[in-house]
């Protein structure tokens, strides 16, 4: 059978409880989250480091959120030094205490990130972050701990 769009009509009941897309604006609030992985990008004049996260519990658990920072630019370097600065306050959030000799130090890390979307001069939607040191592991206890 061939799908016809134009048979779809959205008031019938089987789109009543479609499921809600993974892509939509988280709400602004704290989420715990841990690194899972980190590369390279180039970018048009420069190069940047892609973060990748995924959010530990909550209603949004399982979800990936995506952090980058600008590490070299021919004609940006306030935004340069913008990032630098934003990343290492994020490696001392993180409990990175010295120099990472690969982008696989960045990974396996758990923070509490503020997260919040504000719309840019171009009427597009941009994600930030505020990262602050996460309080508690994501790992369950040991069984041989006494509670």
């Not at 630098?84 to 306050?89: A, D, P, Q």
Request: glycine share 6%.
């Amino acid at each position: 059978m061939e799908f016809d769009v134009f048979s779809i009509n959205p008031q019938d009941a089987e789109f009543a409880s479609a499921p809600s897309r993974n892509d939509q604006p988280l709400p602004r609030a704290d989420y715990r989250i841990e690194s899972v992985s980190a590369t390279f990008r180039d970018i048009t004049g420069g190069q940047v480091i892609d973060l990748m996260f995924e959010i530990a519990d909550g209603q949004y658990a399982g979800r990936k959120v995506q952090d980058n920072f600008c590490i070299k630019h021919i004609s940006a370097e306030s935004w340069v030094t913008d990032s630098k600065t934003r990343l290492g306050h994020m490696m001392r959030c993180m409990g990175i205490t010295g120099n990472v000799s690969n982008l696989d130090g960045f990974v396996g890390h758990e923070l509490i990130a503020t997260i919040t979307q504000k719309k840019n001069k171009n009427d597009r939607l941009n994600t930030y972050f505020d990262y602050k040191p996460c309080q508690y592991r994501l790992t369950s206890p040991s069984s041989d701990t006494p509670f």
